[in-house]
């Protein structure tokens, strides 16, 4: 995480295609760039200055206001980032999105053999393809634009030209604290020493309570923010450096650990690796910002040993999502998250997400399902999933809306042949896996008491039918004690001690699904059978 090093960010990065693609000119670059502007914010712009970026892209600068990354060739898609307002300078943009730049640059020269008709459509519709739907973005959560040297790093350790600059790691936490205005103060303390400036140590119990609005607005050259940054750094054991500041790219849980035991923020902060992540990255990353949560976004390039921490805090309602790279608002806009997941190029980079940085008196924190992975044909009225809100059963004072996603095409929601009953997930139709594959739902719950409502979005994917053996999985918590097995739907099952008798059995409904505890379990091989029709699987377990 040094000042001069970092790693690769949110690339756009669109997967190359054919080298039957061609170059982009600059005309065609303004014309991009224009139309693009136009299709976000509705009003028409003009070309102030255009820099080419080697063959890789342009950067048009459009008056008023305004700016457009468009790549160089169309072969990738043509909006790299962009941003409505402001300018942006190449000799001035931060190091980290200057590192993921010249990735961008290597992954243009690379040319597949994928097809190329899709990317010269989008070049086509380059200014058609955002929507401006009510409801569908999500304004920039971070109202502030610090950045790691003077006058933020006032409280760092060193003097001089040895003065520690913040470090992106402190920045991205409090620039995402600074959307909740919380906590009032910190608690605990850290006692330590970072390499170069001897022993550090603080007792956040004896340091005055934040003023927040003295943070927010940066008064007195930015004291009170200088303060809470200086705290955040404090509290992850900060690596401090004149040229670098920042924690092992391999222990993010020092930033969770932080927000928990000296921020006050609850067990819904939490870390997440895309590698690891079994879900919608894209989706995953969006819940936050419409629950009004910021999220700190970390990027590591192991080859070059190096990382960096950012905000991903805004979402413009088709694909770009809202970057504050925590360098005092430069470079700051809108990039494309969705080929993260598919960008192995240049780079074996490590992604990971802290989620959860909501203060935790907020009503309404989390909408969560039980799964959302289900079989084909299953009758109208099954039950799919469990509904849960703040990781609990919903209350009878809660009521829910569940629609397909906005088409600004047709002004109008898809079909989301799904209802929501008693607390649980039921379909409203058969499903089948090739006419349905993965549907996209929104669910909104409000509380009628006090009118808070949340929208949350899942991916739920109708699969061919499986075998038992291949839909069945079991975990153990070793902790509770408990085992939890799931499988497909109409299973009955029946859990026998390692003498035959029969500890429990029945049929597992309405979820598929069955929980229960090693004390229930006689000592030896107890065997756990499953039947669906003609299918039979049978588990051993031993205590």
């Not at 459509?121 to 401006?132: A, D, I, N």
């Not at 303390?189 to 003023?211: C, H, M, W």
């Not at 039980?370 to 999933?385: C, D, H, K, N, R």
Request: with cysteine; hydrophobic share 40%.
């Amino acid at each position: 995480m040094t000042k001069r090093i970092l790693s690769i960010l949110l690339l756009t990065a669109a997967t190359v295609v054919s080298v039957w693609a061609g170059p982009v000119d600059r005309q065609r670059a303004e014309a991009a760039a224009v139309a693009h502007i136009k299709g976000v914010t509705g009003k028409s712009r003009t070309v102030k200055q255009v820099q080419a970026v080697g063959d890789a892209f342009y950067v048009v600068n459009l008056a008023p206001q305004g700016w457009v990354m468009v790549s160089a060739d169309d072969k990738v898609d043509p909006v790299i980032g962009y941003s409505a307002t402001g300018a942006l300078s190449m000799s001035a943009i931060p190091d980290n999105m200057a590192y993921m730049l010249d990735s961008y640059k290597k992954l243009v020269k690379l040319g597949t053999d994928e097809e190329l008709s899709p990317r010269i459509r989008q070049w086509e519709s380059v200014g058609k393809v955002l929507s401006r739907a009510s409801g569908s973005a999500v304004e920039p959560l971070i109202k502030v634009k610090w950045n790691q040297p003077a006058p933020f790093n006032k409280y760092c350790p060193g003097e001089g030209d040895n003065k520690a600059i913040v470090g992106c790691v402190a920045v991205a936490m409090s620039q995402a604290m600074s959307v909740q205005a919380y906590p009032s103060r910190p608690t605990g303390s850290v006692k330590y020493t970072p390499v170069g400036y001897g022993q550090l140590s603080i007792n956040f119990d004896e340091e005055r309570a934040y003023n927040w609005d003295d943070i927010l607005s940066g008064a007195n050259t930015y004291d009170e923010a200088a303060r809470l940054m200086w705290h955040a750094g404090m509290s992850v054991r900060m690596g401090y450096g004149p040229d670098g500041s920042g924690i092992p790219s391999n222990e993010v849980n020092r930033i969770t650990n932080a927000l928990r035991d000296n921020f006050g923020y609850g067990d819904e902060v939490a870390y997440v690796w895309k590698d690891a992540y079994q879900g919608d990255w894209e989706r995953l990353v969006l819940n936050e910002l419409n629950a009004g949560r910021a999220v700190i976004y970390n990027a590591v390039d192991t080859k070059l040993s190096a990382g960096h921490s950012f905000n991903v805090d805004g979402y413009d309602g088709n694909s770009g999502y809202h970057v504050n790279w925590g360098w005092g608002g430069n470079g700051d806009g809108y990039f494309r998250l969705d080929n993260l997941r598919d960008s192995p190029y240049y780079f074996d980079d490590y992604h990971v997400i802290v989620i959860g940085i909501g203060a935790p008196d907020r009503l309404l924190r989390s909408i969560g399902l039980s799964g959302t992975v289900i079989e084909e044909g299953l009758p109208a009225g099954s039950t799919v999933a469990t509904v849960t809100v703040n990781g609990e059963a919903p209350t009878s004072g809660m009521t829910f809306e569940l629609r397909g996603l906005y088409n600004a095409g047709t002004d109008s929601y898809a079909e989301a042949p799904f209802v929501i009953e008693n607390g649980m997930l039921k379909t409203t139709r058969t499903l089948s896996c090739s006419a349905d594959g993965v549907i996209a739902v929104d669910i909104t719950v409000t509380d009628n008491a006090s009118g808070e409502s949340l929208t949350q979005g899942f991916s739920i994917e109708v699969q061919p039918w499986r075998s038992i053996a291949e839909a069945t999985s079991m975990s153990f918590n070793r902790t509770t004690g408990e085992f939890l097995l799931k499988t497909k739907h109409n299973v009955s099952y029946t859990l026998k001690s390692p003498t035959g008798t029969v500890i429990a059995s029945g049929a597992l409904d309405p979820l598929p699904q069955l929980q229960f505890n090693r004390s229930q379990l006689a000592d030896g091989v107890n065997v756990l059978e499953l039947r669906c029709s003609t299918e039979v699987k049978t588990i051993k377990i031993t205590k």
